[in-house]
């Protein structure tokens, strides 16, 4: 079962809630820092003690980690990180006398594998909630913030990842499973609602 609700995503009383976290796990700016301050300290020191892949890289782009909720309603944090999404200016537009090209561009999408590691993080987020008991999950609009990743593409991804994983489930666990889109914004709310109609 999939819900989409506005709010605050640190008061759910769910199994699990993800955090759209970075690579070093410790924190930072919106939803990661309004997380670790809900979970208190304990919060911090869990992710602490989780080992480095490589030299303060504890989660990687697209994988997720597993740590207790502490403070927090849900019983635990699964940990994504997502991809920031970059623009690129490139030359459009026709050409100057001589073949010079004009100096007019516009904004295009760089494709450094932004959708796949996206979807990594629905995907290994989802299986590591199923892995660890969990029956309720609940996920922030990742890489939509400070990372850029347009809301609309983002909700696209998010939404076939949850449908995709429901359904190769049989249909007793699918049914057991609740996905929660906890969105901060109505705009937000309003496109998940419009790719779930």
Same mark, same amino acid.
């Given at each position: 079962? =999939? !819900?989409?609700? &506005?709010?605050? =995503?640190?008061?759910?009383?769910?199994?699990?809630?993800?955090?759209?976290?970075?690579?070093?796990?410790?924190?930072?700016?919106?939803?990661?820092?309004?997380? @670790?301050?809900?979970?208190?300290?304990?919060?911090?020191?869990?992710?602490?003690?989780?080992?480095?892949?490589? $030299?303060?890289?504890?989660?990687?782009?697209?994988?997720?980690?597993?740590?207790?909720?502490?403070?927090?309603?849900? !019983?635990?944090? =699964?940990?994504?990180?997502?991809?920031?999404?970059?623009?690129?200016?490139? $030359?459009?537009?026709?050409?100057?006398?001589?073949?010079? *090209?004009?100096?007019?561009?516009?904004?295009?999408?760089? &494709?450094?594998?932004?959708?796949? !590691?996206?979807?990594?993080?629905? *995907?290994?987020?989802?299986?590591?909630?199923?892995?660890?008991?969990?029956?309720?999950?609940?996920? $922030?609009?990742?890489?939509?913030?400070?990372?850029?990743? $347009?809301?609309?593409?983002?909700?696209?991804?998010?939404?076939?990842?949850?449908?995709?994983?429901?359904?190769? !489930?049989?249909?007793?666990?699918?049914?057991?499973?609740?996905?929660?889109?906890?969105?901060?914004?109505? @705009?937000?709310?309003?496109?998940?609602?419009?790719?779930?109609?």
């Amino acid at each position: 079962m =999939i !819900k989409i609700i &506005q709010g605050d =995503i640190t008061t759910l009383a769910v199994d699990a809630i993800v955090n759209a976290a970075n690579q070093v796990m410790l924190g930072g700016g919106g939803v990661d820092g309004a997380i @670790h301050r809900a979970a208190g300290r304990e919060l911090y020191e869990a992710c602490l003690k989780v080992p480095e892949v490589r $030299p303060g890289i504890r989660c990687p782009t697209g994988e997720a980690r597993i740590t207790p909720g502490f403070k927090l309603p849900a !019983k635990f944090v =699964i940990h994504t990180v997502g991809p920031v999404y970059r623009e690129i200016t490139a $030359p459009c537009g026709g050409s100057r006398p001589m073949g010079k *090209r004009t100096r007019r561009a516009e904004r295009v999408p760089r &494709q450094h594998g932004e959708p796949e !590691k996206l979807a990594a993080c629905y *995907r290994n987020s989802l299986v590591l909630a199923a892995e660890n008991g969990c029956k309720s999950i609940a996920f $922030p609009c990742i890489s939509t913030g400070i990372y850029g990743y $347009p809301i609309e593409d983002a909700a696209k991804i998010a939404v076939r990842e949850v449908e995709e994983f429901l359904a190769a !489930k049989n249909a007793k666990d699918a049914e057991e499973m609740e996905v929660v889109f906890c969105c901060f914004s109505t @705009h937000d709310v309003a496109v998940y609602e419009r790719l779930l109609k």
